[in-house]
């Protein structure tokens, strides 16, 4: 019988180099947690791991932008609870003005308070955000909410409603408000209403007539900043819905991506020990068959 020396090594060296192989390749695994899956290795689940990571970026500037419109509506809403405070004691001091036994002097000293709360509410109107620098209440612009005129009027500097922030896809939210739907509600304008009463009670002119305006007008845009917390109060629901729903999907994909690519250390260390058991095994039956001589196969 004729024996290749090439035949009696190649087989149990190549099994030996297969078994190596795969030895470093699940010790690999091990320390790096990871399958080190490869478009090569598995196409199907390379391509799912893509898909997944390309959602994560998305989302994660999605999440970003809600944190973003989050802080921005908190300041907005802080913003008008200092607006209503502001009415609030306008509203007093109007009441108080139309108590005919007031002295000049008084009404003067309630005019020129009221003059204050105006100028007060203008600084509150033309407020930037901390996050962005923007103005809260402009407009889509994103200039100055409110400028004094030459005559010491006040008015809206903007155009149009604030700009959204994507929030996920096709869904963008407005993390402000237009000073329009705050300050102005139909025909009464709010730093009007205060300053004419102001003025009147300063001059001791028409003070009934600018007292019952002002009542009016100040009860009408305290209903206007009510209702203006209430839309800015829904939008930061709707925040805190998204910013669930993307924790929820965030979870999921993670299972999912661990799933194709983590390792499974106990099933990886367990396949370790049985390679290198037989590893083990071929190197010794390697070795005894080495040490054979060809003399020993013509006996």
């Known amino acids: 019988m004729r024996i290749s020396t090439s035949q009696m090594y190649s087989r149990p060296v190549s099994l030996m180099t297969q078994l190596t192989a795969e030895a470093d390749k699940t010790q690999t695994q091990i320390a790096t947690t990871k399958l080190g899956v490869t478009a090569v290795s598995d196409a199907a689940a390379y391509v799912k791991l893509q898909q997944i990571q390309r959602a994560t970026t998305g989302d994660s500037t999605y999440k970003a932008n809600i944190n973003v419109a989050q802080?921005?509506?908190?300041?907005?809403?802080?913003?008008?609870?200092?607006?209503?405070?502001?009415?609030?004691?306008?509203?007093?001091?109007?009441?108080?003005?139309?108590?005919?036994?007031?002295?000049?002097?008084?009404?003067a000293a309630?005019?020129?308070?009221?003059?204050?709360?105006?100028?007060?509410?203008?600084?509150?109107?033309?407020?930037?955000?901390?996050?962005?620098?923007?103005?809260?209440?402009?407009?889509?612009?994103?200039d100055t909410a409110y400028v004094k005129n030459a005559d010491g009027s006040i008015s809206f500097a903007g155009t149009g409603d604030p700009s959204g922030i994507p929030v996920a896809d096709g869904e963008s939210i407005q993390p402000t408000i237009?000073?329009?739907?705050?300050?102005?509600?139909?025909?009464?304008?709010?730093?009007?209403?205060?300053?004419d009463l102001a003025d009147a009670l300063k001059s001791g002119t028409n003070v009934h007539a600018a007292g019952d305006t002002a009542l009016a007008g100040?009860?009408?845009?305290?209903?206007?900043?009510?209702?203006?917390?209430?839309?800015?109060?829904?939008?930061?629901?709707?925040?805190?819905?998204?910013?669930?729903?993307l924790t929820a999907v965030a979870e999921t994909r993670e299972s999912t991506r661990s799933g194709i690519e983590d390792t499974d250390i106990p099933t990886a260390v367990a396949n370790l020990q049985k390679t290198l058991t037989v590893l083990q095994a071929t190197q010794a039956s390697f070795t005894k068959l080495t040490s054979v001589s060809l003399f020993d196969y013509l006996k």
Do not use: H
């Open 71 to 107: 802080g921005v509506i908190a300041q907005t809403d802080q913003t008008l609870d200092s607006v209503e405070t502001q009415l609030q004691r306008a509203l007093e001091l109007a009441t108080r003005a139309a108590n005919d036994t007031l002295s000049d002097s008084d009404r």
């Open 110 to 142: 309630i005019g020129e308070e009221l003059s204050a709360i105006r100028d007060t509410l203008y600084g509150l109107a033309n407020t930037k955000d901390d996050i962005r620098g923007q103005p809260l209440f402009g407009g889509a612009t994103g």
């Open 178 to 195: 237009s000073g329009a739907r705050v300050f102005t509600t139909g025909d009464v304008d709010m730093f009007k209403t205060i300053g």
């Open 218 to 245: 100040i009860n009408a845009s305290l209903d206007q900043v009510t209702l203006a917390r209430a839309s800015v109060g829904a939008r930061a629901a709707r925040l805190d819905l998204e910013a669930d729903r």
